[in-house]
């Protein structure tokens, strides 16, 4: 842990899986972490944004700016386009008594060259944003380090006994390969830990019954994905689904309940995370857990310090 609040860019695809909701709240929490900037990333920047911004107001929150992220040039507009977006069908960007920044990629290099202190960019969506971010300056690695939710190196989905091709990897590839290849200093929590996160039980009721109103309306978008997911067997009454990139805000501040080792890592045609000691990228890796249930604990009282 560390006594100074280390100043953080998050950059989330925020409105599909459940999981980025709760990694926003989570990141509210952690006294150890100082917000600078959230952005919006992958199809759909305008609606992810709007959903941002909405958690960001609804924790009191709007001295955070909200960066739209970088435009897709194929996408075709939808009005909707996000799995959860009937939780701010009423909720216009406009509304935000915050800062929005147009142009989430230029929002990311200011605001890392204009800190004092290295910034730690945690990244829990596909890397179309910030792989323009870095196209746009290269420079921007040398004040600030990369933390994600990327990959599947020996475990999948599931815990599936072999290595996948993850989404956030699958999705804009190029752009995630030019990030794997800079010289980002780079730490990933891949499905081998972050798949493994799904909170049940007690821990999970505690959760559910809380009065804290932020987390009220965590569990009101939580209900809303879990009527638009069927092809997942899920029931949000009784456990959450998997929330991956919690792990990835975790990393961001703290390494002691994962076993970390670096790799030299490539990422193939394919989307898949390959080690490859010729051609890849230093990245230390979460590969797996010393204690999950205290991570799950830690979660829990993150969420709920507002009770």
């Given at each position: 842990?560390?006594?100074?609040?280390?100043?953080?860019?998050?950059?989330?695809?925020?409105?599909?899986?459940?999981?980025?909701?709760?990694?926003?709240?989570?990141?509210l929490?952690?006294?150890?972490?100082?917000?600078?900037?959230v952005?919006?990333?992958?199809?759909?920047?305008?609606?992810?944004?709007?959903?941002?911004?909405k958690?960001?107001?609804l924790?009191?929150?709007?001295?955070?700016?909200?960066?739209?992220?970088?435009?897709?040039?194929?996408?075709?507009?939808d009005?909707?386009?996000?799995?959860?977006?009937?939780?701010?069908?009423?909720?216009p960007?406009?509304?935000?008594?915050?800062?929005?920044?147009?142009?989430?990629?230029?929002a990311?290099?200011?605001?890392?060259?204009?800190?004092?202190?290295?910034?730690?960019?945690?990244?829990?969506?596909?890397?179309s944003?910030?792989?323009?971010?870095?196209?746009?300056?290269?420079?921007?690695?040398?004040?600030?380090?990369?933390?994600?939710?990327?990959g599947?190196?020996?475990?999948?989905?599931?815990?599936?006994?072999?290595?996948?091709?993850?989404?956030?990897v699958?999705?804009?590839?190029?752009?995630?390969?030019n990030?794997?290849?800079s010289?980002?200093?780079?730490?990933?929590?891949?499905?081998?830990?972050?798949?493994?996160?799904?909170?049940?039980g007690?821990?999970?009721?505690?959760?559910?019954?809380?009065?804290?109103?932020?987390?009220?309306?965590?569990m009101?978008?939580?209900?809303?994905?879990?009527?638009h997911?069927?092809?997942?067997?899920?029931?949000?009454?009784?456990?959450s689904?998997?929330?991956?990139?919690?792990?990835?805000?975790?990393?961001?501040?703290?390494?002691?309940?994962?076993?970390m080792?670096?790799?030299?890592?490539?990422?193939?045609?394919g989307?898949?995370?390959?080690?490859?000691?010729?051609v890849?990228?230093?990245?230390?890796?979460?590969?797996?857990?010393?204690?999950?249930?205290?991570f799950?604990?830690?979660?829990?009282?993150?969420?709920?310090?507002?009770?």
């Open positions: 842990m560390t006594s100074k609040p280390i100043p953080v860019i998050l950059d989330t695809d925020i409105g599909d899986d459940i999981d980025d909701t709760w990694a926003l709240v989570m990141l929490r952690c006294p150890e972490l100082d917000v600078k900037l952005t919006s990333t992958s199809w759909n920047p305008i609606n992810r944004a709007r959903h941002i911004a958690v960001l107001d924790a009191g929150r709007s001295d955070i700016p909200v960066g739209i992220g970088a435009r897709i040039p194929e996408e075709t507009h009005p909707k386009g996000t799995i959860i977006f009937p939780w701010i069908q009423d909720y960007l406009d509304a935000y008594p915050g800062t929005v920044y147009q142009d989430g990629p230029q990311v290099i200011d605001t890392i060259h204009q800190s004092s202190q290295p910034v730690t960019v945690i990244a829990i969506g596909p890397l944003n910030l792989g323009e971010a870095l196209k746009r300056d290269p420079s921007i690695t040398r004040n600030s380090r990369f933390v994600g939710m990327f599947s190196v020996y475990k999948g989905y599931m815990d599936a006994p072999e290595a996948c091709s993850e989404t956030n699958r999705l804009f590839t190029e752009s995630c390969r990030v794997f290849r010289d980002w200093n780079k730490t990933i929590t891949p499905l081998d830990t972050c798949g493994l996160v799904v909170l049940d007690e821990d999970y009721a505690a959760i559910r019954r809380s009065s804290d109103p932020l987390i009220q309306e965590l009101k978008a939580n209900d809303i994905f879990a009527k997911v069927p092809w997942m067997k899920y029931d949000p009454a009784e456990r689904s998997v929330l991956f990139d919690a792990v990835a805000i975790y990393l961001a501040y703290c390494e002691e309940l994962l076993t080792e670096t790799l030299p890592l490539r990422i193939d045609d989307g898949f995370t390959r080690i490859d000691a010729e890849g990228s230093p990245t230390r890796c979460a590969l797996g857990w010393e204690d999950l249930e205290a799950k604990k830690h979660l829990v009282s993150r969420l709920l310090n507002g009770d």
